[in-house]
Every structure is written in structure tokens, then in C-alpha cells.
């Protein structure tokens, strides 16, 4: 199964005890905004960030947000986040990760390969997100997957 998870930097802090992210915006922008905008370009679905950000999970060309299984393909969603970038607001859509971000995301994958998931890729960093994405060596299913997904989050 062709699975990738990216994270939205502000989330992966959380997720490794750094930090909680804002989710609101000033004048029409920030991650609600981008949400509302991404449904009115046709994916109704299209969930608000959490307290703690947005997970996205890709699995067989289909988006998983937040546990919300989208029924748009992974292009329509992209095209949408793409018409709606500028609602996060001046610069947000394509700024690196921090080096604060990058550093957490680095630990993470550490923490899964020391928690006995030794295929964990290292992050990527595109588009102010983190990516890990899965060259099919390990089974995001598994009960040792996510124990070690528990632990290095507790981090």
C-alpha cells in the first residue's frame, strides 16, 4: 500500500511536547480560512485543523485528514490547496519549517527506528509542512508501529 504522512509543522511540535499551534487567522487567513476555502473548491469534506494542527495521510492517491477520508483524488485536493494557498495568508504556503520543526521532525523519525520501526524514513520539508514518506518498508498498522508512534509522541 503506497502510504506518506505529512504533518503540518505546528502539529509535529505538539506531537513531541514542543508547542501548540494558533488555528485561527486575522482578516479572512490562517488554517480555518484555508479550510473553508479548500471545501468551496469542491471537496466538501475538507476538515478544520485540530488544537493541534493537521495530520494528512496519502494511502493509494486518496487524502486522509484529520481521520477524514476524502472521496476527492489526491490531484482534485491538491488543485484546491494549490486555488487556496494565499488564505493562509502572506508567505505561510510556502515558507520552510523552522529549524525548531525540522530538528522535532529528525527526532521523531530517530524515536520510531529506536522504537523498533527501523524503515522510519527521515523527514522531507516542502511547502512549511513535513513529510515521511513510506517506501513500503513498514506497516503503519502494526501494533509495534504504533506503540512507537505513542512514545515518540509522548517525547
Do not use: W
Not at 41 to 54: L, M, Q, V, W
Not at 75 to 88: H, K, L, N, T
Not at 145 to 150: E, F
Amino acid at each position: 500500500m503506497a502510504r506518506a504522512i505529512l504533518v503540518a509543522g505546528a502539529a509535529l511540535l505538539l506531537a513531541v511536547g514542543c508547542g501548540s499551534p494558533q488555528v485561527t487567522g486575522s482578516a479572512g487567513t490562517g488554517p480555518l480560512a484555508f479550510s473553508a476555502c479548500v471545501r468551496a473548491h469542491g471537496i466538501p469534506d475538507y476538515p478544520d485543523p485540530t488544537a493541534s494542527g493537521s495530520r494528512v495521510e496519502l494511502v493509494n492517491g486518496r487524502a486522509i485528514i484529520n481521520g477524514v477520508t476524502l472521496r476527492e483524488s489526491q490531484s482534485q485536493v491538491e488543485g484546491a490547496q494549490q486555488a487556496c494557498a494565499r488564505s493562509m495568508g502572506a508567505g505561510t504556503a510556502s515558507k520552510p519549517p523552522s529549524p525548531q520543526i525540522q530538528r522535532a521532525a529528525l527526532a521523531y523519525a530517530q524515536c520510531m527506528r529506536a522504537h523498533g520501526v527501523p524503515s522510519f524514513p527521515d523527514p522531507t520539508f516542502a511547502h512549511g509542512g513535513v513529510q515521511f514518506a513510506d517506501h513500503g518498508n513498514y506497516d503503519p498498522n502494526s501494533q509495534t508501529y504504533g506503540a512507537a508512534d505513542g512514545a515518540c509522541r509522548a517525547r
